[in-house]
């Protein structure tokens, strides 16, 4: 699972989960990335200067 950009201006949440799914939504700045949420385990977003510098998904991803 890796985080992806919302391609538009304008966010229609009903179409981002596809159904049922939990997601996860990360603004920083500026940017807004999203991905589903695994059916067990567990996500770490890291902060640093108030901005999202890594999300972890067990092995870690930057956010930029």
Partial sequence: MRLQEIPSKIIDIETLGKGKESIVLVFSEGILKYTQLPPYGE???????NKVTRVNFNEGELFK
């Fill in 43 to 49: 996500i770490k977003i890291v902060t640093h200067d």
